[in-house]
T-cell receptor, first 111, second 112 residues
Framework: AQSVAQPEDQVNVAEGNPLTVKCTYS??????LFWYVQYPNRGLQFLLK??????LVKGSYGFEAEFNKSQTSFHLKKPSALVSDSALYFC?????????FGAGTILRVKS | KAGVTQTPRYLIKTRGQQVTLSCSPI?????VSWYQQTPGQGLQFLFE???????NKGNFPGRFSGRQFSNSRSEMNVSTLELGDSALYLC???????????FGPGTRLTVL
């Protein structure tokens, strides 16, 4: 079964420091992986996706993610965190015509 | 290009009532999916419609139903509401390549 796991409920980072939000996947075949962000009282906003090709995927707002097949991971990264990056982040895998989401990770960036 | 719109944004109902939520996809998108978001269960897939046909359904009771119209607009209905149906209901429409889903702002349903 296709699934993703986000091992951290919350990540705290200081503004200006690099950030990483972790995601591991369990899929058969080639995974289609996604990251979404959700701000309070808002819907999900697409950040980036991995379908095939380069393992380093660049997305919106300076975010990037690295697909690592040997470690079955797809961690979200940003070189320098902003306070405005504070939000709820979801990793997801596409299973057929639907997305299967991880539990989500709250990112708090403190100034 | 306008994004995915959902109406209403907020809704308060009482147990036993029924509710209908509406979703208008991005122009040109023919696939519409619905998800339920709760603090306890997270984001769960409800169903997906394409060209007025339900293509996929999640593990929800029959009280949850949906439909899609010829203009791709979709509605979901929940009958005999229970307290546990209180959630944020998100609608997403898909690009033709189906590699990306665009989400609406959601409808916050509170069941009292």
């Amino acid at each position: 079964a296709q699934s993703v796991a986000q091992p951290e409920d919350q990540v705290n980072v200081a503004e200006g420091n690099p950030l990483t939000v972790k995601c591991t996947y369990s899929v058969s075949g080639n995974p289609y992986l996604f990251w979404y962000v959700q701000y309070p009282n808002r819907g999900l906003q697409f950040l980036l996706k991995y379908i095939t090709g380069d393992n380093l995927v660049k997305g919106s707002y300076g975010f990037e993610a690295e697909f690592n097949k040997s470690q079955t991971s797809f961690h979200l990264k940003k070189p320098s965190a902003l306070v405005s990056d504070s939000a709820l982040y979801f990793c997801a895998v596409q299973r057929g015509n639907k997305l299967v989401f991880g539990a989500g990770t709250i990112l708090r960036v403190k100034s | 290009k306008a994004g995915v719109t959902q109406t209403p944004r907020y809704l308060i109902k009482t147990r036993g009532q029924q509710v209908t939520l509406s979703c208008s996809p991005i122009s040109g998108h023919r696939s519409v999916s619905w998800y339920q978001q709760t603090p306890g269960q997270g984001l769960q897939f409800l169903f997906e419609y394409f060209s007025e046909t339900q293509r996929n359904k999640g593990n929800f009771p029959g009280r949850f139903s949906g439909r899609q119209f010829s203009n791709s607009r979709s509605e979901m209905n929940v009958s005999t509401l229970e307290l546990g149906d209180s959630a944020l209901y998100l609608c997403a429409s898909s690009s033709p390549s189906y590699n990306e889903q665009f989400f609406g702002p959601g409808t916050r349903l509170t069941v009292l």
